[in-house]
């Protein structure tokens, strides 16, 4: 009872805002729009995008600006839903916004490793990460290179990972990447996990095991088919936790010699299920996907008035923006419905 009690509020807000997610008619339409102006009057009439679509300019109607629209409207519905949480459920949906810390960072990254003209575009996230995050927007867009980029993130959490790294000439943005992906993930396992009580610890736990395991799996995969890389390297990029994978299962996958070996091993670990209800041919990618979203949906059913209605919705609503940014992307190009569709898939509730 004391559950029911502490998320109805929270639980009926998520509902409300979920009934404004698009539908697969909502995308299949989209894709059939040819161009990106098109599919922004299309969205000007879907409650979750109208308002600040409606404030937009339609000189600025190009996929850039659409995408800052799109992102926007995740930071304001992490807002609305912070407002209706509770001290011990905000203390989560703190550590939920660490992934758009790392996402930030990500970017900044690639801006000075690739030596982009065109300046830092962060103002969009200000508003949001001025509120919400350790890490200054205004000091991130003055850095010229990687090493003021990792000092300009001195007194938050990553700056000591980073800095390990910076002194390293051979440092590559993989590497970077890399070490961020690495820190999240035992920073959620080891210290997000203390704040939350026994069910909940027990949800968590499982969404945060499966998310490591599957990541590796994917990892060990591309490194395998793609970069051809030998064991003691995909053992260093990897994430040194366990969870459904048994420790001689995953070193044994490290080492298989051949991607079909690799997949061979996959189809006989406690995956194995989620791996045979999925069509080889599309990929281990899609498979890492198609079993986040399940657990998501399982987690939810099983456990309404929970942090998984929270977790839920906001990986829903990611998916959706994903979708929506690749839908703008494939209209750009003038893919076909067909084309598009195959990109995008419809909507999942």
């Given at each position: ?161 980073l800095v390990k790294l910076k002194d390293t000439s051979e440092a590559t943005l993989y590497d970077y990447e890399t070490v ?119 987690d939810r059913r099983r456990n309404p008035y929970s942090l998984a209605t929270v977790n839920t919705y906001l990986f ?34």
């Amino acid at each position: 009872m004391g559950n029911v009690m502490a998320y109805s509020g929270l639980v009926t807000k998520v509902r409300a805002m979920q009934a404004k997610l698009l539908t697969d008619q909502d995308f299949e339409n989209i894709a059939a729009l040819h161009s990106v102006p098109e599919a922004v009057e299309y969205l000007k009439g879907k409650p979750a995008y109208a308002d600040a679509l409606n404030r937009m300019d339609d000189t600025l109607y190009h996929r850039g600006n659409v995408e800052k629209v799109l992102a926007q409207s995740l930071y304001a519905d992490y807002t609305r839903l912070y407002r209706f949480a509770g001290m011990k459920q905000k203390q989560f949906m703190r550590g939920f916004w660490k992934r758009y810390e790392i996402d930030l960072i990500n970017y900044c990254f690639r801006i000075v490793f690739n030596h982009y003209d065109v300046p830092f575009d962060l103002n969009y996230k200000k508003e949001y990460f001025d509120r919400y995050s350790q890490i200054s927007i205004d000091k991130l867009v003055t850095s010229g290179n990687i090493e003021e980029l990792v000092e300009n993130l001195k007194g938050t959490e990553y700056y000591e990972p980073l800095v390990k790294l910076k002194d390293t000439s051979e440092a590559t943005l993989y590497d970077y990447e890399t070490v961020l992906e690495q820190y999240y993930f035992k920073n959620a396992w080891t210290r997000q996990r203390k704040a939350l009580d026994k069910k909940e610890k027990e949800i968590y736990t499982r969404d945060c095991g499966m998310k490591i395991d599957l990541l590796n799996l994917n990892w060990i995969y591309r490194a395998k088919k793609y970069y051809h890389m030998l064991p003691p390297d995909i053992y260093l990029m990897t994430i040194p936790i366990h969870y459904r994978i048994k420790v001689d299962e995953f070193k044994a996958l490290v080492e298989a010699p051949t991607v079909d070996q690799f997949m061979q091993l996959l189809a006989n670990t406690y995956y194995e299920n989620r791996f045979h209800a999925m069509q080889r041919s599309e990929g281990m990618e899609q498979f890492y996907k198609a079993c986040i979203h399940g657990m998501y949906l399982s987690d939810r059913r099983r456990n309404p008035y929970s942090l998984a209605t929270v977790n839920t919705y906001l990986f829903l609503k990611e998916e959706e923006i994903n979708r929506l940014t690749t839908a703008l992307e494939c209209i750009r190009y003038g893919l076909t419905p067909r084309e598009t569709l195959g990109y995008i898939g419809g909507a999942k509730k």
